[in-house]
T-cell receptor
Framework: AQSVSQHNHHVILSEAASLELGCNYSYGGTVNLFWYVQYPGQHLQLLLKYFSGDPLVKGIKGFEAEFIKSKFSFNLRKPSVQWSDTAEYFCAVNAGGFQKLVFGTGTRLLVSP | NAGVTQTPKFQVLKTGQSMTLQCAQDMNHEYMSWYRQDPGMGLRLIHYSVGAGITDQGEVPNGYNVSRSTTEDFPLRLLSAAPSQTSVYFC????????????FGPGTRLTVT
């Protein structure tokens, strides 16, 4: 069965620090990869997605992620975080394009001003 | 477009009671799904539907029923609520059952006492 691992459960950063959140998945076939964000009290919003093509994907609000197939990874990055990036971040994968998303356990990011 | 809407936003039930969580979307999406979100466990798929009249089980279907009589609506029924069903429930929809992003509703926070 597919699984998604997010190794950082809680991350605390100061404003302007760089961010990298890890995401690894276990599935050998074709996958679609997603990062969702959940701001406090809000529903999930899509940050970025990878279906095919350029493995470096740019999303909203300055986030990007790199798909490294050999490492089964899809890490999320942002060069300079802001206080407004405080949220919970979820990596998700579906196999073969089908919509049965498997989510990681999430990473809570706290950015201090 | 209103997107994906869910009602109620909050609900408290007693053990053994039944209720229906409502989900509707106005984007003419074929694929709809229900997830539950629990601390430290990410989101887990309960049931999903690839079109009107077609539903299937996800990862954690026990204790829940669904039906899909129209494209727009996908209600989730709790047959006999248990404290283990205390969770936040999210409905999501997508244009088709593969290769499209999912849009999430605002969630229903359910407490079973």
């Amino acid at each position: 069965a597919q699984s998604v691992s997010q190794h950082n459960h809680h991350v605390i950063l100061s404003e302007a620090a760089s961010l990298e959140l890890g995401c690894n998945y276990s599935y050998g076939g074709t996958v679609n990869l997603f990062w969702y964000v959940q701001y406090p009290g809000q529903h999930l919003q899509l940050l970025l997605k990878y279906f095919s093509g350029d493995p470096l994907v740019k999303g909203i609000k300055g986030f990007e992620a790199e798909f490294i197939k050999s490492k089964f990874s899809f890490n999320l990055r942002k060069p300079s975080v802001q206080w407004s990036d405080t949220a919970e971040y979820f990596c998700a994968v579906n196999a073969g394009g089908f919509q049965k998303l498997v989510f990681g356990t999430g990473t809570r990011l706290l950015v201090s001003p | 477009n209103a997107g994906v809407t869910q009602t109620p936003k909050f609900q408290v039930l007693k053990t053994g009671q039944s209720m229906t969580l409502q989900c509707a979307q106005d984007m003419n999406h074929e694929y709809m799904s229900w997830y539950r979100q629990d601390p430290g466990m990410g989101l887990r798929l309960i049931h999903y539907s690839v079109g009107a009249g077609i539903t299937d089980q996800g990862e954690v279907p026990n204790g829940y029923n669904v039906s899909r009589s129209t494209t727009e609506d996908f209600p989730l029924r709790l047959l006999s609520a248990a404290p283990s069903q205390t969770s936040v429930y999210f409905c999501a929809s997508s244009y088709s059952d593969r290769n499209y992003e999912q849009y999430f509703g605002p969630g229903t926070r359910l407490t079973v006492t």
